[in-house]
């Protein structure tokens, strides 16, 4: 679940929720994301998403 510097604190606890719920998530905050990091950075995302696959 990503969640960004520009999410409030509303939204942090929301994602971290399913997060802590769902067996093999984890949170992964993105302080260098705004609200749409797959299109505002997917050279930063891509590499994170692709890890957390191949685990």
């Known amino acids: 679940m990503p969640a960004g510097p520009a999410s409030d604190a509303s939204f942090r606890q929301i994602a971290a929720e399913p997060a802590g719920r769902i ?3 984890r949170l992964v905050k993105l302080d260098w994301a705004g609200h749409l990091p797959s ?3 997917p050279d930063r995302l ?3 998403l692709l890890d ?3 685990q």
Request: hydrophobic fraction near 50%; glycine fraction near 8%.
């Open 23 to 25: 067996a093999g998530a």
């Open 39 to 41: 299109l505002e950075r």
């Open 52 to 54: 957390f696959l191949r």
């Open 46 to 48: 891509n590499p994170l």
